[in-house]
């Protein structure tokens, strides 16, 4: 049972506690307060993962709220249900408790129909290039990216090779899905991220049903669905990048901010984080 903690008396000590009590103050959630730990199973937790933890935690206690656990495993070479159950003691051995544990891989399906949608709407793209020509078409800082040849598919072209990449036909590293967005944008991890690659390997959890997977890391990492969305994440190193790759993502493409509501209608978009 998801029973929220009771409420200590916070006392604000960094800029991430001064904001949830702005917060509480203005009511902004209804007064709801939902942080997550989002570790990727690949291996064992060291101390960097343990300051996360008491963070989302610790917060989420002391203003009354829940912390979820959730499992980013979209890698499957690399994850392991025995890494998964050790994520799990680390946590309880901190002294938390999860208020529900969820794993992305739960929301493979919707992922990929709401990728589905961004190809339908001339949002992302096939491309047929190796990473490392992708990494070097982005340029840097000081110089614009380069448009991939394959930038100016068809919508049924892509739709057409995005699910074939799904039935397998393609080996791994053949092809992936980019996100059509800027390639000259001031931030090269948003000029056209990938959205999904190819990884012919067996899922801890969901076996061998997908050989496409979103990315674990960067501004695409594995979205989630509005159940699964914590009002807060706070991540040491992602805190200060995260508010200009929001912006950026919602002037591409508005409805990708919230995509449940292209699956479910405009009832969701009273869901949290939904905007």
């Not at 209804?30 to 937790?45: A, D, H, I, S, W």
């Not at 799904?166 to 959205?195: Q, T, W």
Request: glycine share 8%; hydrophobic share 30%; charged share 25%.
């Amino acid at each position: 049972m998801n029973i929220p903690a009771e409420p200590t008396t916070p006392v604000a000590s960094d800029f991430i506690r001064e904001q949830v009590q702005r917060d509480q103050q203005l009511g902004t959630y209804g007064g709801r307060v939902q942080t997550r730990f989002p570790p990727e199973p690949n291996g064992y937790l060291h101390i960097g993962h343990a300051k996360s933890i008491c963070l989302n935690f610790g917060a989420a206690a002391e203003f009354g709220g829940t912390c979820t656990l959730r499992m980013d495993d979209t890698n499957p070479e690399t994850e392991d249900v025995d890494y998964v159950n050790a994520i799990e003691a680390d946590v309880r051995w901190l002294g938390f408790e999860p208020g529900e544990t969820l794993y992305a891989s739960d929301y493979f399906e919707t992922i990929y129909r709401w990728a589905e949608r961004l190809i339908a709407e001339g949002l992302a793209y096939v491309d047929d290039q190796d990473a490392e020509t992708i990494s070097a078409q982005r340029g840097g800082f000081t110089e614009p990216g380069t448009d991939s040849p394959f930038r100016s598919r068809t919508v049924a072209e892509n739709q057409d090779l995005f699910r074939r990449m799904r039935d397998g036909e393609f080996p791994d590293g053949s092809r992936v899905l980019r996100a059509k967005i800027d390639m000259a944008h001031p931030n090269p991890l948003l000029r056209d991220p990938v959205l999904y690659r190819i990884r012919h390997a067996h899922h801890h959890r969901t076996g061998d049903a997908w050989c496409v997977y979103p990315p674990t890391t960067g501004p695409t990492a594995s979205p989630t669905p509005s159940r699964a969305r914590p009002i807060r994440c706070a991540r040491s190193s992602s805190t200060r990048t995260a508010p200009s790759m929001t912006g950026s993502w919602r002037r591409w493409a508005p409805s990708a901010s919230c995509p449940a509501r292209w699956l479910n209608g405009p009832a969701s978009t009273s869901s949290p984080g939904c905007s």
